[in-house]
């Protein structure tokens, strides 16, 4: 079995702070790549950022610059430092993981359950 598990979310003002975690767990052989999403009330769910194991880093053009994402291979954890958040950044945000498991021969995506991300104006 499998967890990907995200913490961290909250209540912040504008201009505030939050860093996100997710960490994932199980019977895993290598990771690919971790990521994170978001979906907010009405709106399709995007891409926020994403690491791969060489560490290559993508992010949405409307978090360039305020958000940062890092990871940790030995503790098979992502992080998402979130600044200068904005009331536009308010959602849901889901941690993805590219996984291969032992004893499997291709690798699939692992989603967590989310975290709420609320910024007030």
């Known amino acids: 079995q499998v967890q990907v598990v995200e913490s961290g979310g909250g209540l912040v003002q504008a201009g505030g702070s939050l860093r996100l975690s997710c960490a994932a767990s199980?019977?895993?052989?290598?990771?690919?790549?971790m990521g994170w999403y978001r979906q907010a009330p009405g709106k399709e769910c995007e891409l926020v950022a994403s690491i791969n194991s060489r560490g290559t880093t993508t992010s949405a053009d409307s978090v360039k610059g305020r958000f940062s994402i890092s990871g940790d291979n030995v503790r098979k954890t992502v992080y998402l430092q979130m600044s200068r958040l904005e009331p536009e950044d308010t959602a849901v945000y889901y941690c993805?993981?590219?996984?291969?498991?032992?004893?499997?021969?291709?690798?699939?995506?692992?989603w967590g359950q989310g975290t709420q991300v609320t910024v007030s104006s």
């Open positions: 993805a993981a590219d996984l291969l498991l032992s004893g499997s021969s291709y690798r699939d995506r692992y």
């Open positions: 199980g019977s895993i052989r290598s990771i690919y790549a």
